[in-house]
């Protein structure tokens, strides 16, 4: 009788251990699952209150408050009518100044934290999500009651709409069978772990990504979007600037608490980051709109469109990033990014939509690395110097994760004006290899008008509008679409296709 190999009894086992974890109810329920949605209360805060004695307010700034010099506000106590778990501060703001807030927090749990408004996460200026709120990134504080407040108040600058934002997320707490599923499901990961393809033997694939269903994301909370870019060019890497403590089963209630904070309390159109990933290494979609679509988001202010914002679920900035941290942005990126044939150790171009916390004007052309810290387009710390250090490290583990790959496939002049007879169609590849690339009319979609091979690394042709027919004349005006395919050994890199537009 032929023997099974280990891969098949490990599968077999699992199987097995899934079946009775499901009829024991042992795993967490499944996707799309009803999970209580949190609350969120807004609760103004006097601004009269927060100006401190012997510091002269600015008659010109009748609404809010404005001082003549920098100063600390007075503390101010402010409630919550039911409680909450994640708390924030949100206000409008004349200026632009950084104004850092201590915050303690009472009543069932209690702490402190020293939060900053530095712009972790922000919108593209007149963009949907551009609702000209500012605000402090929100801390996870279990559960409480109220909090007390201090700002420390910019010269000159008033600010107004001076709001707690309370979020509870303690209705969406994991049941003890939900918390034994998640145990269950960990312990099959590090089984199985040994018998999985290493990234050197496939193209890469999607990880596995934790869904919106799956971490309860309320679909009727989002306010507008999704809103798509022509084309992913970079991604941007952050961090939530949250608890570092917190547990697997909590995870997702963070994630939802700040959702709700983005929406309710900055009016951000959802969630700001495309993903996030939690301390844990588990990879979670963030903004609605499609997993592997440009989507536009709000975490990096002038340079949201044509960029994929990934967070870490933490706070990076003296703490170092758990390595299954940083091996998840390598995962992540490295499929994310071969979806659209970007290399991980390339450059991008950007042209800056401008705002107050970037670094460059609008309509600034910069060249960035594909991936990126966030503080290299914004006035920021994110994703904290533990993070930002890890970034070579990423780079790298992406590039190198699967093969093989086609990278910047392009076609030149496109769109091509009228009497163009000379086209250079090009792309770099991860390691040599036999190419071709075929051209499809988009009027005859069934059979390709011209076809290209070779081998190499690099693939380059020049295409004179002629068809592999002889007797056809050349190619006529209209929308084309260029198929690069590259292999090696059997191993094909994933398809890269352009459309080109002829005059």
């Known amino acids: 009788m032929e023997m099974a190999s280990p891969r098949h009894l490990v599968a077999r086992a699992s199987a097995t251990i899934l079946l009775s974890a499901w009829f024991l109810g042992l795993l967490p329920p499944a996707a799309g699952s009803e999970v209580p949605p949190p609350a969120v209360s807004l609760v103004g805060i006097d601004e009269t209150a927060l100006a401190p004695g012997g510091v002269p307010r600015l008659r010109a700034a009748p609404d809010g408050v404005a001082l003549a010099r920098t100063a600390w506000s007075r503390s101010v106590r402010v409630c919550s009518p039911d409680g909450f778990t994640m708390a924030g501060l949100a206000w409008r703001q004349s200026g632009d100044s950084p104004v850092p807030a201590r915050v303690t927090w009472s009543g069932g749990t209690s702490g402190r934290a020293r939060l900053v408004a530095d712009p972790d996460e922000g919108p593209d200026p007149g963009s949907p999500d551009d609702d000209g709120m500012e605000g402090t990134p ?53 089984a199985a772990a040994p018998f999985t393809a290493s990234s050197a033997d496939a193209a890469p694939q999607q990880p596995p990504i934790i869904t919106r269903a799956q971490w309860g994301a309320d679909e009727k909370l989002r306010r507008c979007g999704p809103d798509h870019a022509p084309a992913l060019k970079m991604a941007h890497v952050h961090h939530t600037v949250a608890s570092n403590a917190y547990s697997r089963a ?52 002038g340079f949201n469109t044509g960029s994929t914002g990934v967070a870490a679920l933490g706070t990076f900035t003296s703490t170092h990033p758990p390595k299954r941290v940083v091996s998840a942005f390598k995962r992540l990126l490295a499929w994310r990014l071969d979806a659209a044939h970007l290399r991980p150790t390339g450059w991008a171009t950007m042209t800056s939509g401008g705002g107050s916390s970037t670094k460059y004007e609008k309509g600034r052309v910069v060249s960035l690395p594909v991936i990126s810290g966030h503080r290299d387009t914004g006035l920021t ?4 110097a533990k993070l930002y250090a890890k970034l070579k ?20 002049p496109n769109p091509a004006p009228a009497g ?46 002629t068809g592999d027919d002889p007797l056809a004349p050349p190619a006529p005006a209209g929308v084309y679409q260029v198929y690069f395919r590259a292999s090696e050994a059997g191993l094909a890199a994933t398809e890269a296709v352009v459309t080109l537009t002829l005059y």
């Open 138 to 190: 929100p801390v996870w504080t279990g559960e409480a009651r109220c909090l007390a407040v201090r700002l420390r108040l910019p010269a000159r600058e008033s600010l107004e709409g001076i709001r707690a934002v309370f979020v509870d997320t303690s209705g969406g707490d994991p049941s003890f069978l939900q918390r034994a599923g998640d145990l269950l499901a960990h312990a099959w990961g590090l």
């Open 250 to 301: 909590k995870a997702d209630d963070l994630i939802r608490g700040i959702y709700a904070y983005h929406v309710k309390g900055r009016k951000f159109c959802d969630i700001a980051y495309n993903f996030l990933i939690d301390r844990f290494g588990r990879i979670y979609e963030g903004r609605y709109g499609g997993l592997d679509q440009p989507v536009i988001g709000a975490h990096a202010m």
């Open 381 to 384: 710390s994110c994703p904290g």
């Open 393 to 412: 490290t990423i780079r790298t583990g992406a590039e190198l994760r699967g093969s093989p790959k086609i990278w910047d496939p392009l076609v030149t």
């Open 420 to 465: 163009t007879t000379q086209l250079q169609l090009g792309a770099t590849l991860s390691q040599e290899m036999d190419w071709t690339i075929e051209i499809y009319s988009s009027a005859l979609p069934t059979a390709a008008f011209k076809r290209f091979a070779g081998r190499g690394s690099e693939v380059v042709a020049t295409w004179d509008r």
